[in-house]
């Protein structure tokens, strides 16, 4: 779906850490199932929160090295970031209003 | 007013909300996440019927659900926080919306249990985990443990050995209550050691898992195991907190019923992980959400008969 942009190891500095909106990103992977429940509802907040937040997704197989930055070992893990900085960390699969209720604390 | 509503859209749900579209039923399924329930955790199911060559849990799901849609269903985000049960109405609100219904299939499934040990919520997301195809690719050519002694525990370290260096399975008992076909698989893959009559004490570590500390249940031993994940597959918890006090639970939480998914309250029917059995597998909650869906026809044309014209 064109609303969640796809971050890289390269991309991720520029694209979430200096970003001037809020950001979230979708740490998934194509193994992992619960990731596929977080996906669609990650798709949903993109599209309700456009220009507001920019959520975003990293393929954690091709991306070694962000998640290890950021002290990732399960998956799904949603963190929001505000002026480059970890505002929230969510690990595992939640509803999608509880997702919803973290990004409101970030605008 | 709905004819019916089913709160959960893993295999149990599916498959009553396919039988109950195709009864052309009012129904609408309710469901927090989304579809598919725990056996989207699965890496592979080699057990249910249909598929020589086995099936991801993801795909077999979501054929479940594309299933459903060529007839119709309705399945709807939303997570069910209370209900009011009657013969002739079922209230069940979200935090959005109230919905009603004749009669309701509760699909709700349940959680992997927790050890109860020390360390365990502190680690949890830093290598403590009850998944293991969601976390086991980070812990390439490291030393975890499993612990747990059923087919569960079993066919996650095997999983596991695909990354990791060492899988420890750790089990309090002398002999594995896995299917022996696991237990044969296990004992010929060279990656895992079984650690027999142990059980783990306290997960160490601060930033992430460290170690374990074990203590042998028969001589009492204690011991210190260095792995950098555990992965705990001990048995499941049913996610009974929504209908406490409100339906027949037996002595573990899961739902009392006979054998047509009916419960303590009239109209209201169990399928699936949620219901009291002995077996828990796709392979039940699929006849059971198609004996619901049934059962939830059958109860709603008497209810209508019995409706002044």
């Known amino acids: 779906m064109a609303d969640v942009l796809k971050v890289t190891d390269e991309t991720f500095?520029?694209?979430?850490?200096?970003?001037?909106?809020?950001?979230?990103?979708?740490?998934?992977?194509?193994?992992?199932?619960?990731?596929?429940?977080?996906?669609?509802?990650?798709?949903?907040?993109?599209?309700?929160?456009?220009?507001?937040?920019?959520i975003a997704s990293m393929d954690v197989d091709g991306n070694r090295q962000t998640p290890g930055r950021f002290g990732i070992r399960n998956i799904p893990t949603l963190i929001l970031f505000k002026g480059g900085e970890v505002a929230q960390t969510i690990i595992g699969a939640y509803p999608k209003s509880y997702i919803d209720e973290e990004i409101k604390k970030l605008l | 007013m709905e004819d019916l509503i089913i709160i959960g859209a893993g295999p149990a749900g599916l498959t009553a909300g396919l039988y109950a579209a195709r009864a052309r039923l009012k129904t609408k399924v309710l469901e927090r996440f989304s579809p598919g329930g725990q056996i989207l955790t699965t890496d592979w199911v080699e057990n249910y019927p249909g598929f020589p060559d086995g099936i991801s849990g993801f795909?077999?799901?979501?054929?479940?659900?594309?299933?459903?849609?060529?007839?119709?269903?309705?399945?709807?985000?939303?997570?069910?926080?209370?209900?009011?049960?009657?013969?002739?109405?079922?209230?069940?609100?979200?935090?959005?919306?109230?919905?009603?219904?004749?009669?309701?299939?509760?699909?709700?499934?349940?959680?992997?249990?927790k050890l109860g040990i020390e360390g365990e919520d502190l680690l949890t997301g830093k290598g403590v985990s009850y998944c293991a195809t969601c976390d086991?690719?980070?812990?390439?050519?490291?030393?975890?443990?499993?612990?747990g002694g059923g087919d569960t525990a079993v066919e996650e370290a095997i999983f596991l050995t695909r990354f990791a260096g060492k899988v420890y399975i750790i089990h309090r008992r002398d002999e594995l209550r896995a299917t022996k076909l696991l237990r044969e698989r296990a004992f010929a893959e060279e990656k895992i050691e079984l650690v027999w009559d142990t059980i783990p004490m306290r997960i160490i570590g601060k930033a992430g898992v460290e170690g374990l500390d074990l203590k042998n249940v028969k001589t009492g031993h204690?011991?210190?195991?260095?792995?950098?994940?555990?992965?705990?597959?001990?048995?499941?918890?049913?996610?009974?907190?929504?209908?406490?006090?409100?339906?027949?639970?037996?002595?573990?939480?899961?739902?009392?019923?006979?054998?047509?998914?009916e419960t303590s309250v009239a109209g209201v029917f169990a399928a699936g992980d949620i219901r009291s059995k002995v077996l828990r597998q796709v392979s039940t909650a699929v006849g059971e959400g198609a004996t619901a869906a049934f059962a939830a026809e059958k109860y709603i044309e008497a209810l209508m008969h019995k409706e002044p014209l």
């Open chain 2, 222 to 261: 204690e011991s210190h195991l260095s792995v950098q994940g555990v992965f705990i597959f001990v048995g499941y918890n049913p996610n009974s907190e929504l209908v406490k006090g409100q339906l027949e639970l037996d002595s573990l939480g899961f739902v009392v019923t006979n054998n047509n998914m």
């Open chain 1, 13 to 54: 500095d520029e694209e979430i850490l200096n970003s001037e909106i809020p950001a979230m990103v979708d740490f998934w992977a194509e193994w992992c199932g619960p990731c596929k429940m977080v996906s669609p509802v990650v798709e949903e907040l993109a599209r309700e929160y456009k220009g507001r937040i920019k």
């Open chain 2, 136 to 147: 086991g690719p980070f812990y390439r050519d490291q030393e975890v443990a499993v612990i």
């Open chain 2, 59 to 113: 795909e077999l799901v979501d054929r479940m659900r594309r299933q459903t849609e060529k007839f119709g269903l309705e399945i709807q985000n939303q997570e069910v926080v209370r209900f009011e049960l009657t013969p002739e109405k079922k209230t069940l609100m979200t935090d959005k919306e109230t919905f009603e219904s004749r009669s309701l299939i509760l699909a709700i499934g349940a959680a992997p249990q």
